[in-house]
C-alpha cells in the first residue's frame, strides 16, 4: 500500500505512530533483507543479557548494531573497539527509539581502524621520544594541601572525586572548567595543566600540590580528546606531580602512558590523592603505643643491665686500700730520701766551687767590658743615622699633614652636635606639652570626682566637734553641728558664713546627704 494516498476527498489519510513506524521497518527489511558493512567498531556494550551491542562508523557515518546472544558466543573474535570489521546480516529498524540498526549475524575483522593505527603511531613517537620513561615520573606527595582538578564541572566525575575526598582526607580543591570531549577538549586540557603550573606557590590563588585530569567512561571518539599530542606533551611537562583518571578501567588513552600515576576511575584517583584520615590518625596512635613500649622495656633492661654491673663493681673501702697503703710506705720513706738528696746536693756543690776562682772570674769581666766598649764605638754612628732617616721620613710626612682635614671634620661633627640638640629640644617640647595635657587632664577629673562638685549637685557635709556625723544618733550626742554647703558653711545656733574654705578636709565615707 502507498502511505501517502489521496482520498476520495483529495485529504491525506491518517497513520497511527505504530503503523508509520511499521510501514518504515517493512520497507527497510523488504530492500536490505542481506548487507555486508565495512567499518571501525566504535563503542562496544556487552550487558548482562549476553547481547552485544556496537556502533560501526567511517569518516562521515555511524550505525548501531546488534548481535543476539547466540550469534556472539559462536563468534572467533570478539569485537573490541576501534578494530576494522567487516559485519554481515541485516538492516532493521527500533521502533521504541526511531532509529535503524543492523542485525549482525557474522563480524570478521578486516585490520586495525584507521583511529586506532593514528594512535599506535603517536604513542611510538612520544615513547621513542622517552616521555614514557619510568625514571621521568615524579612521586605524588604522601599528603597535598591544595589539590587542582581538570575536569568538567557539570559531570557526576568531580562529585564523586569531593566527594571521596571529603571522606578520606578534605583537602582544598581548585577546579579548572574544560571540555571533556569534542573540538575543544583538547587545547583547553592542555592550557588548564599549563596554567595550574604558571600559579605562584603560596600566591592569591596558590598552586596545587597535586593535579587529577579526570573524565568518566565514553567511546573512542568521547575519549579521543586525551589521545592528542598537545595533551600528552603539556601532561609530560607539569612539574606537579599528575593523576590521570580518564574512562573506565579498560580504557586507555595517551594521557595515562605520560602521566605520573594512572587511576583506572576518578573516585580511585581521589584515593591515590590522598589518604585516609582516621587510618593516619590510628597509625600515629600505634605508633606512639609502640614508642612508648619499647622506650618502657629499654629502659627496663638498661636498668637491670645497670643493677647488674653495680653488683660487680667492689666497694668503694676495697678501692682505698690500696692507695693508703701505698701513701704511708712513702710517708715512710720521705724524710730518708730528702735527707740523702740534700747530701748529694751538698756534694754537687763543694764540687762546683772548687773550680770557682777570682782570676777566672776577673778574665771573664775584662772579655766582657772589651766586647762592650767596641760596640758602644760603633752604637753612636748608628744612632746617628737612624735619627736621620726618621728626621728625614717625618719631613715627607709633615708635608701631607694639615689642620684644614681636622677643621673639616670639627665643622661636621659640630653640624651634627647643633642638629641633634635641635631634636633634642623639639622632643623634650613635645614631651613636656604631652605631660602637661595629661597633668590638666587628671586635674579636671580630680575635680569633677572631688567631692565639691558632689555639693554642688545639692548634698552637704555635716561635721560634729570636728568629725564628720555620719548618723543621727552622732548628731544628737553633739554639741555643736557645722553643715556645709557649696556656697559656704552654716553653724547651728549661730550665723551662716558664706566663706569657702582654701583647703576643705575631703568629707569621709557617707558623709553627703
Known sequence: MDLIDDGPEGNTPEFSVSELSGAVKRVIEGEFGFVRVRGEVGRVSRPRSGHVYLDLKDDRSVISGVMWKGVAARLQTQPEEGMEVIATGRLTTFPGQSKYQIVIEDIRPAGAGALMAMLEKRKAALQAEGLFAPERKKRLPYLPAIIGVVTSPS????RDILHRLRDRFPRKVLIWPVAVQGAKCAPEVA???????????????????LLIVARGGGSVEDLWGFNEEVVARAAAASDIPLISAVGHETDT????????????TPTAAAELAVPVRMELIGAVRDFGTRMERAMSQRLEVRGQRLRDLSRALPRPEELLDGPRQRLDLHGERLPLALSRSVERRKLHLSETAGSLRPGVLTRAIAVEQRRLEDRAARLAPALARLVAARREALGRRADRLSPRQVTREIAVGQERLAGLTRRLDEAMTARQGEKRRKLDALMRLHETLGYRETLRRGYAVVRGDGHVVTTRAAAEGATGLEIEFADGTLKLGGRSSPR?????KPPEQGSLF
Not at 253 to 264: K, M, N, Q, W, Y
Not at 500 to 504: E, L, R, T, V, Y
Request: charged share 30%.
Open 155 to 158: 559531570g557526576a566525575v568531580i
Open 191 to 209: 592550557r588548564a595543566i599549563e596554567g595550574f603550573n604558571r600559579l605562584t606557590p603560596g600566591g592569591a590563588l596558590p598552586r596545587p600540590d
Open 253 to 264: 588513552t595517551l594521557i595515562d602512558f605520560v602521566s605520573d600515576r594512572r587511576a583506572p
Open 500 to 504: 569657702k574654705s582654701a583647703k576643705p
